[in-house]
């Protein structure tokens, strides 16, 4: 009788252990998940800060400058395109740091922006008008990849009130691995333009 009423006051009692046990699981859990959310989101807005930055400080620039008619004259336009490909390649630098995943694919586009900057003057004089718009062309679209890889709204990959993904969006994340495999591809092989001097 006496082992009976203590079974039972045992078992009674093992329910509030059993409740603060899982309270103990499920709290520091719910914690660590939305901790890391926080920083998946925070890193998908900064990558696509920079993305923006790339393009339009570094590509978007560095693309008007050798298709200015006083290009070859002016060595103020020369000094730009210069200082926007070391922002673009900068800017990528960065960029990889964030998204270990590409860092091989930025890091070749970085490197061929790295030659490019290094050269630019000697490799844009020996250009003819065509030339530096197919150059020009290609800088705006190895930009604009970038940023259309790392602000993709199909993939919820922005983090803004108006276009961004929700707190709890768990597809997958930014970049659009076909866009940055297209600027990597036209940032090695500079179709119909001359090589890169090394």
């Not at 859990?29 to 790339?54: C, G, M, P, V």
């Not at 995943?101 to 844009?124: C, F, G, K, P, V």
């Not at 003819?128 to 604009?144: E, K, P, V, Y």
Request: glycine share 8%.
């Amino acid at each position: 009788m006496i082992a009976s009423k203590l079974r039972k006051k045992l078992v009674i009692n093992a329910w509030p252990f059993i409740a603060v046990l899982l309270l103990a699981v499920i709290i520091p859990s719910l914690l660590y998940w939305t901790i890391e959310r926080n920083d998946k989101h925070a890193r998908w807005q900064t990558q696509l800060q920079l993305a923006r930055i790339f393009a339009f400080y570094g590509m978007d620039q560095a693309e008007v400058v050798p298709m200015h008619p006083n290009f070859t004259s002016d060595s103020a336009f020369m000094d730009t395109g210069w200082a926007a490909l070391q922002t673009g390649s900068v800017t990528l630098n960065t960029l990889s740091g964030l998204d270990l995943d590409r860092t091989n694919q930025l890091l070749r586009i970085e490197y061929m922006l790295n030659t490019m900057a290094s050269s630019w003057s000697a490799y844009t004089l020996g250009m003819n008008q065509s030339q530096r718009g197919t150059l020009g062309g290609l800088l705006h679209t190895i930009g604009h990849d970038i940023l259309y890889g790392y602000g993709n709204y199909i993939n919820y990959t922005g983090t803004s009130n108006l276009g961004g993904s929700f707190f709890w969006y768990t597809g997958s994340s930014p970049p659009d691995p076909n866009l940055v495999q297209q600027a990597v591809d036209l940032a090695v092989n500079l179709p119909g333009l001359p090589p890169l001097p090394q």
